[in-house]
């Protein structure tokens, strides 16, 4: 004899609650869904040579404040090795990550900025093109760490805001910010040459060079205001399939 519950419940059959149901929903969804990998490999080649620019910035920066001319040029020549280096290494062997994307352009602009001080005040740079170069460098390194903190996935911790191998936003940069990336390097690089070789006079060519990269570095900065591609939210592949499935079947 079977025992009263099973009785029971074969005369009045138990319907699923609210929450079953979400749960057998999530059920048929979950299987379907890739597992997300949040975090990636940051101990890449490219990401090392990268990371020895960033290193080697406040080295020339103290040649430079010091006269160290010819260290100075050797030192600034290895960053632009590298620099087209790093980028090549990445695309020819897929070692692109997405912290590449950031501290790459960070380890250009750390560069940029201690030689543009740097040569400010040694009176080689003019201080009306350090003020435009910097400013703009400025606003972007803010508008940077508001994009990754929204974007950050949660919990929302100053340890994995700091975390680089939670990728969470992808900078992405403008064409015409590749060009002025380019430009500023040259004119760093022929002021820095400049006291090397005294007896060639680079002055007219350094004049020009001035007003062509004060030009290229605003219209670079109003690129990324205007450009809706300039910086990519990641967001895990399957929250939002998860997302659209169950939006599909609240419409139905």
């Known amino acids: 004899m079977r025992p009263f519950p099973s009785l029971v419940a074969d005369f009045y059959p138990r319907t699923a609650s609210p929450?079953?149901?979400?749960?057998?929903k999530l059920r048929k969804i979950l299987p379907a869904m890739p597992k997300?990998?949040?975090?990636?490999?940051?101990?890449?080649?490219?990401?090392?040579?990268?990371?020895?620019?960033?290193?080697?910035?406040?080295?020339i920066g103290y040649c430079i404040l010091h006269d160290y001319h010819a260290l100075t040029l050797g030192l600034f020549?290895?960053?632009?090795?590298?620099?087209?280096?790093?980028?090549?290494i990445a695309r020819r062997w897929n070692l692109k990550t997405v912290v590449g994307t950031?501290?790459?352009?960070?380890?250009?602009?750390?560069l940029m900025t201690v030689l543009t001080v740097a040569l400010a005040v040694k009176g080689a740079l003019?201080?009306?093109?350090a003020v435009i170069i910097l400013g703009r460098d400025v606003a972007l390194a803010i508008s940077a760490i508001y994009y990754r903190w929204i974007s950050l996935p949660p919990p929302k911790t100053f340890a994995r805001y700091w975390d680089f191998s939670l990728p969470s936003a992808e900078v992405r940069p403008t064409q015409i910010s590749k060009y002025n990336t380019a430009l500023q390097l040259g004119l760093m690089g022929l002021t820095t040459l400049a006291?090397?070789?005294?007896?060639?006079?680079?002055?007219?060519?350094?004049?020009?060079?001035?007003?062509?990269?004060?030009?290229?570095?605003?219209?670079?900065?109003?690129?990324?205001v205007y450009s809706k591609d300039a910086v990519k939210i990641l967001t895990p592949p399957p929250v939002e399939e998860g997302r659209a499935e169950d939006e599909k079947k609240e419409s139905r």
């Open 19 to 24: 929450t079953e149901d979400s749960t057998s």
């Open 36 to 59: 997300a990998n949040l975090r990636e490999n940051i101990y890449t080649i490219p990401n090392i040579l990268t990371a020895s620019r960033l290193v080697a910035a406040p080295f």
């Open 77 to 88: 020549a290895y960053a632009g090795i590298t620099d087209a280096l790093d980028g090549w």
């Open 102 to 110: 950031i501290i790459d352009p960070m380890a250009d602009k750390t």
């Open 126 to 129: 003019p201080v009306w093109l």
């Open 195 to 224: 006291p090397v070789i005294p007896a060639v006079d680079l002055s007219t060519a350094l004049g020009v060079m001035q007003y062509v990269v004060a030009t290229t570095t605003i219209w670079s900065g109003a690129s990324y």
